[in-house]
């Protein structure tokens, strides 16, 4: 069997997109994100193969440029499936998103393009990183289901306990001849229950504590 060395410049581009597609993975994994390494990594190895295969297997007469559209087609199934629809939030768009533009990077290095492969690379982790920077980031808020008793002022110590300005919900009972408070309240601290746990042995007056992030 005969060795053709343009096979070996074809497999350095594949090569070449699968240092490209784990250095974008890895980004992507140190972040915890749902699509990591691997996925990065084939995505852009398989991109670059089809793109390979369609450019010098068929000889001349064949369009590239087809493949080409059918890779990105494709790629948008499998985005699709990083994608999920959870608790009124939608999760893994941003993923998916470069998984997409991953799969263009490893195009470009099997069309050749290996100058706009390493830029576009650099540029989509720069991006990725930037972004994740708090100053273009939006504060999150947690909710606290709280039951307390009233005798002095204790909703403002609530108020200040928990950085909050005013209850989102309230609800005032009266039991056994005193004044039941449940309130439900937003904050943009996660608090763990260690730490609520020990909010609850510093205030007597505080009867429950309960994390309810889904309302």
């Known amino acids: 069997m005969n ?3 343009n096979e070996l410049y074809w497999l350095l581009d594949i090569f070449i997109a699968a240092l490209l597609g784990f250095f974008i993975g890895w980004e992507r994994k140190i972040r915890s994100k749902e699509a990591g390494i691997r996925t990065h990594t084939i995505v852009c190895i398989g991109a670059s193969l089809m793109m390979v295969i369609s450019k010098y ?17 494709g790629i948008g199934f499998l985005g699709a ?8 939030v939608v999760h893994g768009l941003t993923t998916a998103a470069g998984v997409w533009t991953t799969a ?5 290095c ?17 991006t990725q990183w930037l972004l994740h920077r708090k100053i273009f980031s939006h504060k999150r808020y947690y909710s606290i289901k709280i039951t307390f008793t009233e005798s002095n002022n204790e909703r403002e110590i609530v108020k200040k306990l928990f950085g909050t300005e005013h209850y989102k919900r309230l609800i005032i009972e009266r039991k056994d001849g005193a004044l039941l408070y449940k309130a439900l309240l937003n904050t943009d601290v996660e608090y763990s229950s260690a730490r609520l746990d020990e909010i609850m042995k510093s205030h007597d007056f505080i009867l429950s504590l309960e994390r309810c992030d889904d309302e």
């Open 104 to 108: 263009g990077i490893g195009m470009a």
């Open 57 to 73: 297997a068929f000889g001349s007469e064949a369009d590239s440029a087809r493949v080409a559209a059918q890779i990105v087609a």
């Open 110 to 126: 099997g069309g050749g393009l290996y100058l706009v492969a390493v830029g576009a690379t650099l540029i989509l982790v720069s």
């Open 81 to 88: 499936g990083i994608i999920v629809y959870k608790k009124n």
């Open 3 to 5: 060795l053709n060395l």
